[in-house]
């Protein structure tokens, strides 16, 4: 069973640094294809992609956010972590992390989400 | 840049109905066209992907078709749990949405 679930700070400061959890089982990202995305939904907005990271450590990231956003995995501990900078009251939103197929591109299981308030 | 725009932005339908969600494309693309369900305060599930390959356990009435700029989700007879926001994606992009409501 896939199960994926982020976990991180509810509240940040502006200017401040987030950094993000997404802890998952029923896969291994070692696994070719295998891989982890973060999508984030601003409240009553729709769904932005951020970033990824593939099994082989291969990463990608919004254009618009590369300076600000780093994925990293801990494939021992099942683990992919989404850091990112310089916050600001825009970037309050759902934080998402999905399993992604490299195939497809398709986001297969998703976690609940992570409620994430920008605000001093 | 891709940019997938979605239409209309709310379908206001009946159970029973057929719905039909249409979703363009800035450029072609290739076979990769997912859809996604979303409820209030739930996160998106995955219901077609490679433009018309539904996901194990989605019902039938829900179907993909398309190709190059223009795809279409088609729910063929509307349940009461169908009514929902409905998303398109490829790649790195997503649609705007598309509200199904109850009419």
């Known amino acids: 069973q896939v199960t994926l679930r982020e976990s991180g700070p509810a509240l940040v400061n502006p200017t401040q640094t987030l950094t993000l959890t997404c802890t998952f089982s029923?896969?291994?990202?070692?696994?070719?294809?295998?891989?982890v995305s973060w999508i984030r939904q601003p409240p009553g907005k729709a769904l932005e992609w951020l970033a990824r990271i593939d099994w082989d450590g291969a990463t990608y990231y919004k254009t618009s956010l590369k300076t600000r956003l780093t994925v990293s995995k801990d494939t021992f501990k099942n683990q992919v972590v989404l850091t990112m900078t310089n916050m600001d009251p825009e970037d309050t939103a759902t934080y998402y992390c999905?399993?992604?197929?490299?195939?497809?591109?398709?986001?297969?299981?998703w976690g609940p989400g992570a409620l994430v308030s920008v605000s001093s | 840049e891709l940019v997938l725009t979605q239409s209309p932005g709310t379908l206001h339908l009946s159970p029973g109905e057929r719905a039909t969600l249409t979703c363009r494309a800035s450029q072609s693309v290739s076979g990769h066209l997912a859809w996604y369900q979303q409820k209030p305060g739930q996160a998106p599930r995955l219901l077609i992907y490679?433009?018309?390959s539904r996901v194990t356990g989605i019902p039938d009435r829900f179907s993909g078709s398309g190709s190059g700029t223009e795809f279409t989700l088609t729910i063929s007879r509307l349940e009461p749990e169908d009514f929902a926001l409905y998303y398109c994606q490829q790649s790195r992009a997503f649609g705007q949405g598309t509200r199904l409501e109850i009419k």
């Open positions: 029923g896969f291994s990202l070692t696994t070719y294809s295998m891989c």
């Open positions: 490679g433009v018309s």
């Open positions: 999905a399993r992604t197929n490299s195939g497809n591109y398709s986001h297969d299981y």
